[in-house]
């Protein structure tokens, strides 16, 4: 199984660009769909962007498209999540997931991480 560990978050400006990391360990990472989801405060958790095993396809929500991209380099065991043209309702912990297979899935991730919090100011 994969440990993820995101990293990259912080305070920044509306408008500004942040892009957070998720380094993996314990697994074969290049088996595992990953995903980003984030939970502002007195919301639930929810689904930001996925990538398949090999990269080359992706899924995001509505909210984040066009300003998000999701990547991965499977030589070095990460996942990358550059945010552009951020917003307040942004404002979220953002966490890294995993799960093992092929489908590039919105729910049922097994692995997660720690989080990270991302503030944008107005």
């Known amino acids: 199984q994969v440990q993820p560990v995101e990293s990259g978050g912080g305070l920044v400006q509306a408008g500004d660009s942040l892009r957070l990391s998720c380094v993996t360990s314990?697994?074969?990472?290049?088996?595992?769909?990953m995903a980003w989801f984030r939970q502002a405060p007195g919301k639930e958790r929810e689904f930001v962007a996925a990538?398949?095993?090999?990269?080359?396809?992706?899924r995001y929500a509505d909210s984040v498209k066009g300003r998000f991209t999701i990547s991965r380099d499977n030589a070095k065991n990460t996942v990358s999540l550059q945010m552009n043209n951020l917003k307040p309702e942004d404002t979220a912990v953002y966490y890294c997931?995993?799960?093992?297979?092929?489908?590039?899935?919105?729910?049922?991730?097994?692995?997660w991480g720690q989080g990270t919090q991302v503030t944008v100011a107005s």
């Open positions: 314990g697994g074969l990472f290049r088996r595992y769909v």
């Open positions: 997931a995993a799960r093992f297979g092929i489908t590039v899935a919105t729910i049922e991730y097994d692995y």
């Open positions: 990538i398949s095993v090999s990269g080359g396809s992706t």
